[in-house]
């Protein structure tokens, strides 16, 4: 398993919470999120770059993760946005 501090460890043993840790060599906990973060890369930081300022790529994201989540449509979801996804659900 990945390195965990002894304290966190002893926290969600006491809080009765099984800690979130895949095998060395699989990366299933992360396969979302990496998903997400090349998706994010790809439709927004590479397509609409050069970025200038911080805030530029600030304001930019809290846009593009709004779309995201309220506009954009998931094959995966029915063709819906996961915000209506989530409401029907």
Excluded: C
């Excluded at 997400?36 to 590479?46: A, D, Q, S, W």
């Amino acid at each position: 398993m990945h390195y965990r501090s002894i304290a966190y460890t002893e926290r969600l043993a006491a809080a009765g919470a099984a800690p979130s840790g895949g095998s060395v060599g699989h990366a299933y906990d992360n396969a979302l999120a990496e998903s997400t973060i090349g998706l994010f890369k790809t439709e927004l930081i590479k397509l609409r770059g050069p970025w200038r300022t911080v805030e530029q790529v600030e304001i930019a994201t809290l846009e593009h993760v709004d779309w995201f989540n309220h506009r954009r449509l998931h094959s995966a979801a029915a063709d819906l946005p996961p915000a209506e996804l989530e409401t029907a659900h």
